[in-house]
């Protein structure tokens, strides 16, 4: 299926009581994730999601679609590297050396606010050195 995931063709199947979701890139790698397809009691479901928003993981993460040739592509900031990911390929971003300037670059990208990001970004940036 093409179109529903940015730089990637993909395939869903159902595997005995699991959803797996297959990501073929042009570059040839497949990637796979397996979701367990039972129910979730509902007690259960609210306790991961309140587990899930009270943790901040150390490395930051942003990911976001975006307009790119005649694509949507895949845009990520990850351990401060950021690239693109498209039908052509990953494109790496320049390097960035200040919490100032990845601010600047993730608003460019995303639209978010910079106060927020600026202030999100030097917690993380204190953490690596705590």
């Known amino acids: 299926m093409g179109g529903f995931f940015p730089a990637a063709d993909i395939r869903v199947s159902q595997v005995e009581n699991n959803l797996q979701i297959e990501y073929f890139r042009p570059s040839g790698k497949v990637s796979r ?7 979730v009691e509902e007690y259960s479901f609210y306790s991961a999601a309140e587990y899930s928003q009270q943790t901040i993981h150390p490395i930051p993460l942003l990911e976001c679609r975006c307009p790119y040739k005649n694509e949507i592509a895949h845009w990520e900031f990850y351990g401060w590297k950021s690239f693109l990911s498209t039908t052509e390929g990953l494109i790496d971003d320049p390097d960035l050396h200040s919490v100032q300037e990845w601010t600047a670059r993730i ?4 639209g978010f606010n910079t106060v927020f990001l600026n202030e999100v970004l030097e917690i993380y940036k204190n953490k690596i050195f705590d």
């Open 107 to 110: 608003n460019k990208k995303t």
């Open 33 to 39: 994730q397996i979701y367990d397809a039972s129910r």
